[in-house]
């Protein structure tokens, strides 16, 4: 009996304890009724007018623009991704796809719409001479090119265009 005794004492003395355990670990979580005391965030400017707006570009001209470039990208991969051409016959080839693109974005976007377009982004100081390439070689195949001229119609404001054919909200 006193080992019945025993157990019983044990095992009451364990649910005391586990009981215990549990109202201090509930009592390290913080309840937080008021405002959160982390860092609030900044308030953003207001976002300024993409260059292409202020150009006088319409969306639909844009978003023509941006196919064209797609293409012309999809294009300049298929040609790099052509083990049986020779790095100058893929240069050539390039050649040719960029030659088309500019031709095809010239038909879309007139010479001063471009102009007015580089001189806002260059104002902001979003002129990037570098052509936001990053990482990988000089050439559009990844190999290292001597006097590359990376290629001036990729505007880095594209990310303001809607997506599709639906204008962007004001």
Known sequence: MSRNRSALSTLLAAIILSGALGINATAQVPIRTGPSTAAKPV???PKKEPCWQVAG??????QERRAVTRQA??????????????IQQKRAQIQ???ERERQQIDGIITP???EAM??????????????????????PCGEISAG??????H???EDDLPPNDTPKPN
């Open 118 to 139: 580089r001189s806002c982004q260059e104002s902001r100081g979003g002129g990037h001479a570098g052509g936001g390439r990053l990482g990988g070689g000089g050439g």
């Open 73 to 86: 990208r999809q294009e300049v991969q298929a040609v790099c991704a052509n083990s049986s051409l020779s």
């Open 148 to 153: 590359h001229n990376p290629h001036p119609m």
């Open 112 to 114: 001063a719409q471009r």
């Open 43 to 45: 308030p953003r400017p």
């Open 57 to 62: 570009v319409s969306v639909s001209a844009m």
């Open 155 to 157: 505007e880095q404001e």
């Open 96 to 98: 040719q796809i960029r």
